[in-house]
């Protein structure tokens, strides 16, 4: 099967190229759509309110199978995705940042955590 992008471009391919793969493995589990997090690490934008940590950035992928011709076809799934693709990679390269340059994400303290269960 041949993966075609369609208004992705190839440094968001390369960046995420681990995921995409993935996805395609479990893509009987994970179905036609897959989010995608963006990962800006140190570059992250900061949310107006301090105490919330970084932006947390998600864009929804969607893949459509061509049996006929062997060809999966994947593109953002709305305008608004298509948006923050392309500015996410216009950013990174602005910056010079190698698409499979990763660092540790940014501390977001409003994501949820599972806490530790002991017995006591």
């Keep these: 099967m041949i993966t075609v992008f369609d208004r992705i471009p190839d440094y968001f391919a390369e960046r995420y190229n681990d995921e995409i793969e993935a996805w395609a493995a479990n893509f ?4 036609p759509v897959k989010s995608v997090v963006l990962k800006e690490g140190p570059f992250a934008d900061l949310s107006p309110d301090p105490e919330q940590g ?4 998600a864009v929804k992928l969607i893949a459509k199978m061509e049996r006929r011709v062997g060809r999966v076809t994947v ?10 693709i392309r500015k996410h ?11 499979r340059k ?7 303290p409003w994501l949820p955590f599972m806490p530790t269960i ?3």
């Design 28 to 31: 009987s589990k994970i179905g």
């Design 54 to 57: 970084a932006v947390l950035l």
């Design 75 to 84: 593109s953002p799934l709305g305008e608004r995705d298509e948006e923050l």
């Design 89 to 99: 990679c216009e950013k990174m390269a602005r910056l010079n940042i190698h698409p």
């Design 102 to 108: 990763f660092w540790k994400e940014p501390a977001r």
């Design 118 to 120: 002991g017995s006591a």
